[in-house]
């Protein structure tokens, strides 16, 4: 690939996956301290979050591989995460009644109400990591495109 005027050299695009990669982890950290009260993970959260937003009805829930895509985990780490969540009584997971090959993953009525009690600690913590981070020059561009994308969704 040449580089024109438009088009980002290696090192650019280097630089730019570095300073993603910090606000990333800037923001975990946060969150992921800020949800040790709840005793979640930030994964934890996010998959209870992603699963609390199913519908009821046909098509309502997701399989496995569909909350591996949701989660950005390895199939495998996903497994493991939904089990630690099922132990705890938090997730259940069931066949599909249409296609007994597909298993599917719901919250429990405890994991809805885990959910719900971490929330304002979540985006409070969510909130804190992004202020702090948006006073770094470097990160700042970043941290508005995150707030944009906040109000268009």
Known sequence: MTATASTPTAPA?????CTLSLLHGRIEAR???ALAVHDLSVREYSLLDVLSRQHNGEGGHLQMK?????????????????????DRGLLSRY???TDRRGIYTDVTDA??????????TYLAALGEAL???????????????VRALGTSA
């Open 31 to 33: 969150v992921e301290g």
């Open 131 to 145: 202020e702090e981070a948006g006073r770094d020059p470097k990160l700042r561009p970043l941290v508005d495109v």
């Open 95 to 97: 066949l599909c009644p």
């Open 111 to 120: 994991g809805l109400a885990l959910l719900e009690e971490a929330r304002p």
């Open 13 to 17: 695009l280097a630089a730019g996956w």
């Open 66 to 86: 569909q909350v591996t895509e949701a989660v950005v985990l390895s199939q495998s780490a996903t497994t493991r995460l939904v089990t630690r969540l099922e």
